[in-house]
């Protein structure tokens, strides 16, 4: 009972929606209603600027560690993946927002931090580097998820300070995540195709579109 308990409160964690309710309190705007109509970090930034997107982004980052610990809170003998995965469901498909979230690469960055918080320093480098070179979030979201992924299986054997032990089921979950972005991110995809796709400065500022 406990378990079920506890995976329902993790969703519920992973509703919060954390861009929607920032934009209504503080810009009265239904982030929602523009830009990408996404509710997530990078359409925070683009429509309600700097200082909003970052608090976000510790937002959406917080909700999925604070649902990954939940085990360790509670003392309970299970897997903190398995509640990070249901609180990355709940950003993506918030109840608190007609189901209409974001991509959920920030709360399974969350997941990652509680799960192994090196771990999370190394994805959040791979991270910082591609965004540099590619300056998209899309793309740098979409090829840090692969190179995170292929990192499941080889850090345990190449660099085990980081990743002391392979761990199947993340594996599977990073695999499983990764496609889940591609998917969630299928009209970037297009743009970057096109070449419409928005570019970001290293001030946070979100290029315009060519």
């Given amino acids: 009972m406990k378990f079920f308990v506890l995976l329902v409160i993790a969703y519920l964690l992973g509703s919060i929606p954390s861009g929607v309710w920032v934009g209504k309190l503080f810009f009265k705007k239904d982030l929602r209603q523009f830009g990408s109509g996404n509710t997530g970090t990078t359409n925070t930034f ?19 560690t604070l649902a990954t610990s939940l085990p360790l809170l509670f003392s309970l003998n299970v897997n903190p993946l ?7 469901l709940g950003h993506t498909f918030p109840i608190f927002a007609n189901f209409k979230g974001g991509k959920a690469v920030a709360t399974s960055a969350g997941m990652i931090l509680a799960y192994n918080p090196a771990f999370f320093v ?86 315009k579109e060519n």
């Fill in 82 to 88: 398995v509640f990070g995965v249901a609180a990355v």
């Fill in 122 to 207: 190394y994805s959040a480098l791979i991270f910082i580097i591609m965004l540099y070179v590619t300056s998209m979030v899309s793309l740098t979201s979409m090829i840090s998820a692969v190179l995170i992924t292929l990192s499941t299986i080889i850090l345990p054997f190449a660099i085990p300070a980081i990743l002391p032990e392979f761990d199947w089921l993340l594996t599977l979950i990073a695999l499983a995540l990764t496609i889940f972005i591609f998917i969630r991110h299928k009209d970037n995809i297009k743009r970057i195709k096109d070449g419409t796709e928005s570019r970001v400065s290293f001030g946070l500022g979100a290029k």
């Fill in 46 to 64: 683009r429509v309600l600027g700097k200082k909003a997107g970052i608090t976000v982004l510790l937002m959406d980052i917080l909700k999925g």
